[in-house]
Structures are given as structure tokens and as C-alpha cells.
């Protein structure tokens, strides 16, 4: 969905200084933007590495319906009969009692005892303290948050907050060669897309007060012929401002933290959009001599929304607000669970259980830890409306 931009790109050449009094050819004015190229769940090693996962597997509904008396082969059975018998059979179990379909619906159902955390002490795990302790080490919970254990990084850091890990650690879908964990492949189709501005820099290296803007992109990303993003193309901030973030950073030996601030992004799947929130997000990204960007982006997931946008579909749209169709919700949410080995009703309830942040008033947690691991180049960043060429068919032209 390409934009016609008039306005001047928040990033020019040249140039800011670093320690070192030499000028930075990627910064103007103090201002430098970055389109971010590789976005994923930040969890672990996988787990036949780590030994995370002593009691084994999450199992989806076709392992549970095979491990009942009726899910056994039958003598004689070939397996074109087997394989339908066992589809229906594992369909019978994402039904709650009451008739409800349980990804629409995992309120419905109860806690999986199939579905397998990452209960080892002291396991290790990607990702940046949040809550400002080492919540193992201190023995109660910080400022709004509810007790957790804390995880250690490969390098010793310790307080590392990542719930989200613990729940999915041990899916098989989560693992290095699995298909949820990584969305860059749906990034660069160009159907979302995060953008970073940098605003007040004097020094690149060292920097006590920066204005960081993290944002949605209203563009597909731009790549080379190869496939690879290309450096220093032209991007506009979306102008919904519910997708707009601005918040304070600095910059230690060329590594940029920020304070934290409410972000939203989009996700999309199956052609229908989700919202991904991040209450009280943080960014740690070390920023390489090139302009490049390396780190985290961390916060709390609202429990509802990231069952919705990693599991159940419940909250898509077409992108202009209208719930999309509820059999294409119902399809595509049943098959992510029949592909992934899950039960929905078994990730809500996992979600649930190890939410950690923002309690409600009776005090359960709302929201969980989660990392993600994101890379940037330098672009050219504009603050200015766009009209999209595909605007009638894309549905979020503006």
C-alpha cells in the first residue's frame, strides 16, 4: 500500500556527533529515524538445550483425543479412516460442554493439565528487567505487578521479566524451527510495520535526554530486489494516534533505554487485523556505528489481546473496524490450534495463570511480561497523512 508523502522526512544527511567529536552522516538536526526489519518473540534456547521442560510437550487435541480409548486404531482400520476418525474426534474436543467453541470462547473451558510451563528454577531465559528487582531474590512483588518468579539471562543478568516465555516454552510452535515465534516474515510482506524516531541527539553515544517516538508504519516496508530491506527509504507515521507512542531515552556507551510508554501495533493474519498493545513498554537497542539497531522491546501483553492475536482471532477485523467474518475467526483459530498443537481454552487459562502485571481490584494480574527481539536500519521517518494507491482495497488507507 504505497503513500504519496509531502512533507520533509524527519531524518536528512548529515550529521551529529559522537564522543568522539566526529559527525554521524545518518543524523540531522539531532533527528534519526529507523524502520524496524526483524521483529520475534524473544524466549529462549530451545528447550532439548536448556532442559526446560522436564514434563515434555503442550499437546493440541489431536495428541488428547489420541491418547483416549476411542482414539486408538482399530483393527484393520486403514488410514485414510484412521486420520478422518481421528480430525473428528480431535474437532469433539475444542467444544466446551455448553456447545461453545472453545477459541471463541476458552472462558468456557478449564485449565489444560496437558499444557506445559517452564517450571525450572532459576531457568534462563532472552529479555531486560521490567519491574526493577529480581523478584526470586526479593521474595514479593513490585509496585503493580503480582508475584512471579524472575528469570536469569545467558550472561548472568538476573530479574529478567518473561512470563510469556514461561507459558509458551514449552509448545513446540514456540521452538527455533517452529512457526509462531518469528513475525518478520509477515513483517516484510509489508501488511504492518514499526517505526523509531530519535529526536534532541547531541551525542550518539551518550546522550542523558533523548525524545524517543515509537510508532506504527502507514507504509510496506521497502525491499532490494534480494529481499533484503533497503536502507534510508522513506516511511510516514501512521496518524492514528492510538498507534503513536512518544516517550524519554538515553543513550549509555551506545546503548539506547527509554522510560517506559503504552505502544500498539498491528498484526494481521489470515487477511484479518489484530491490535498487539504493550503497556509500559521499554526499549534497550544498542545502536551500532552503521545506524543499526539491536535489542529489545519489552512490556506487559494484555492478557485478552495477546490470546486474540497469538491464539484465538477473537477481535479481528477488516481493518476499518468491522469484525470480520466469525466463521473465518472460528476456521483460522481451530487450525492455528490443530497446526500448533494447542487447546485455546489451555492458552487462555495459561495466560491467565501467569499474567504478572497491572492487577485488576480484586487483584489478578492483567496483563503478562512479554520480550520481543526487534532490529532497525536507518530510514527516512515523515509526520505527515499519506493516501494510500490500494486505499479502497487494503483497508487502511488514510
Known amino acids: 500500500m504505497p503513500f504519496a508523502v509531502s512533507a520533509l522526512a524527519l531524518l536528512v544527511l548529515p ?44 499437546l493440541g487435541n489431536r495428541e488428547l483425543y489420541q491418547a483416549t480409548p476411542e482414539g486408538k486404531r482399530r483393527e484393520g482400520e486403514s ?15 475444542a467444544v466446551a460442554p455448553n456447545g461453545q467453541n472453545l477459541c471463541m470462547n476458552p472462558e468456557a473451558g478449564k485449565p489444560e493439565p496437558h499444557w506445559r510451563t517452564v517450571k525450572v528454577p532459576n531457568a534462563a531465559a532472552y529479555g531486560i528487567d521490567l519491574d526493577g528487582q529480581d523478584s526470586r531474590a526479593n521474595g514479593r512483588p513490585a509496585p503493580n505487578t503480582c508475584a512471579h518468579d524472575d528469570f536469569r539471562g545467558f550472561n548472568g543478568e538476573k530479574g529478567i521479566d518473561n512470563q510469556f516465555f514461561r507459558v509458551v516454552g514449552c509448545s513446540r510452535s514456540y521452538q527455533s524451527t517452529g512457526q509462531s515465534a518469528d513475525n ?21 553515544r551518550n546522550d542523558p535526554d533523548v525524545t524517543v517516538g515509537i510508532h506504527a508504519n502507514a507504509d510496506p516496508i521497502e525491499l532490494s530486489p534480494t529481499r533484503e530491506p533497503v536502507e ?6 501512521t496518524q492514528d494516534p492510538r498507534f503513536r507512542a512518544t516517550t524519554h531515552g538515553r543513550i549509555v556507551n551506545g546503548v539506547l533505554t527509554t522510560d517506559p510508554v503504552d ?10 487485523y489484530l491490535e498487539r498493545p504493550l503497556r509500559g513498554a521499554r526499549l534497550r537497542l544498542t545502536i551500532a556505528p552503521d545506524g543499526k539497531l539491536d ?26 473496524g468491522v469484525p470480520s467474518p466469525l466463521r473465518l475467526r472460528m476456521i483460522s483459530s481451530n487450525g492455528n490450534a490443530a497446526v500448533n498443537n494447542h487447546t485455546c481454552q489451555g492458552a487462555y487459562w495459561a495466560l491467565r495463570a501467569a499474567a504478572d502485571g497491572y492487577p485488576d481490584e480484586k487483584g489478578q494480574c492483567t496483563a503478562i511480561s512479554t520480550q ?19 486505499a479502497a482495497l487494503d483497508g487502511k488507507g488514510q
Not at 372 to 390: E, L, T, W
Open 263 to 272: 505502544v500498539r501495533f498491528y498484526k494481521v493474519t489470515n487477511s484479518m
Open 232 to 237: 534510508f527509504a522513506t516511511y510516514s507515521i
Open 15 to 58: 550529521g551529529a556527533a559522537t564522543s568522539a567529536g566526529s559527525e554521524v552522516a545518518w543524523i540531522k538536526d539531532g533527528k534519526v529515524g529507523f524502520v524496524v526489519t526483524d521483529f520475534g518473540f524473544a524466549l529462549s534456547k530451545d528447550a532439548d538445550q536448556t532442559g526446560a521442560c522436564p514434563d515434555g510437550w503442550t
Open 372 to 390: 520481543y527481539r526487534i532490529r532497525a536500519i536507518p530510514a527516512f521517518v515523515v509526520d505527515a497523512p499519506g493516501k494510500s494507491a490500494n
Open 79 to 93: 488410514d485414510q479412516d484412521y486420520t478422518r476418525r481421528i480430525a473428528a474426534g480431535s474437532q469433539s474436543l
Open 184 to 204: 518478520t516474515i509477515e513483517l516484510r510482506t509489508g501488511s504492518w510495520g514499526v517505526l523509531i524516531t530519535l529526536a534532541g541527539v547531541d551525542d550518539i
Open 295 to 320: 535489542g529489545y522491546l519489552a512490556g506487559y501483553a494484555p492478557v485478552e489481546a495477546i490470546y486474540d492475536h497469538q491464539y484465538g482471532y477473537r477481535s479481528a477485523t477488516d481493518g476499518k
